[in-house]
C-alpha cells in the first residue's frame, strides 16, 4: 500500500507563479463578440428532480470494501500529514515569495530600460537575469520534489502500520473477498465496510505522525 492519497497530496503543491520570460510576446485581445448560449445549456444547468434514497440489499456474508484513502485520510495519523505537510508547504512559500518578488521587479526594471541600453549592456543585463531566473526555477523544483518525498515517506510511515491492520480485520470478519471500495464500488451495504474498524485501531496503533521536510541536493532532485 504505497499510493499518495490524493487529498494529502493536494498540501505540497506549491502555489506560485513562474516567473515571467523576458521575451513575452503581447498578449492577443480576447474577442469581444459575446456567444450566445445554447438553450439547451440552460435546460442542462436546470435543478435536477431529487431522487428518493438509494435502498441497499442485505449484506453478503464473507464479501467486505475497504477504502485505503479514506482509511488514511481519516484517522487521527493522516490528519497530523495533512496540517503538517501545509505548515511545509507555508514555509517554503516563504522561503521563496521575496525572491520571486525580487526577480520580478528586475526584470520589469530592465525591460523599461532595454531600450536605452547599448546593445553589449543589453546582452550582458538579459543573459544575468535569465541566469537567475533558472537559478530559480531549479530551486523551487527542488523544494517541490523535496515536499513531494517529504509527504511519500511520511504515508509509507502510515502504511506500514496499516497493513497488518487490515489483515487483523479481515481475519476477524472472515471476509472471503475483499474490495478496494476507492476505485469500482458505486454503492454498497455499510455493515460490509472495515474501513471504519481499521481506522480505530490505526489511531490506537499510530496516534499522530512527526516529520520534518526532506533536503535533497539539486541534482538528487532532478533524478527523482
Known amino acids: 500500500m504505497t499510493s499518495i492519497k490524493t487529498l494529502l497530496a493536494a498540501a505540497a503543491t506549491l502555489a506560485l507563479v513562474s516567473s515571467p520570460a523576458l521575451a513575452q510576446t503581447a498578449a492577443k ?33 464473507g464479501v467486505c470494501l475497504f477504502s485505503e484513502e479514506g482509511a ?20 517554503v512559500q516563504a522561503e521563496l515569495g521575496p525572491e520571486q518578488t525580487g526577480l520580478d521587479a528586475d526584470i520589469k526594471t530592465f525591460k ?42 511520511a504515508i509509507n510511515r502510515v502504511d506500514v502500520e496499516l497493513e497488518p491492520i487490515v489483515r487483523t480485520v479481515v481475519s476477524g470478519r472472515s471476509c472471503g473477498l475483499l474490495l478496494k471500495a476507492d476505485t469500482a464500488i458505486y454503492a454498497a451495504n455499510p455493515q460490509m465496510d472495515i474501513t471504519t474498524a481499521v481506522i480505530e485501531q490505526l489511531n490506537t496503533k499510530l496516534p499522530t505522525v512527526t516529520f520534518d521536510r526532506e533536503h535533497l541536493d539539486a541534482q538528487a532532485a532532478q533524478q527523482r
Open 72 to 91: 488514511v485520510s481519516r484517522s487521527s495519523a493522516g490528519d497530523a500529514i495533512n496540517k503538517r505537510m501545509q505548515q511545509l508547504a507555508a514555509q
Open 112 to 153: 523599461d530600460k532595454m531600450a536605452s541600453l547599448p546593445q553589449d549592456q543589453q546582452q550582458q543585463q538579459g543573459q544575468a537575469l535569465q541566469q537567475r531566473m533558472q537559478d530559480f526555477d531549479n530551486k523551487r523544483a527542488q523544494r517541490q520534489k523535496e515536499l513531494e518525498t517529504t509527504l511519500r515517506k
Open 29 to 61: 485581445p480576447a474577442s469581444t463578440a459575446a456567444k450566445p448560449k445554447a438553450a439547451s445549456t440552460a435546460a442542462s444547468t436546470a435543478a435536477k428532480p431529487a431522487l428518493p434514497p438509494l435502498t441497499l440489499g442485505a449484506a453478503i456474508p
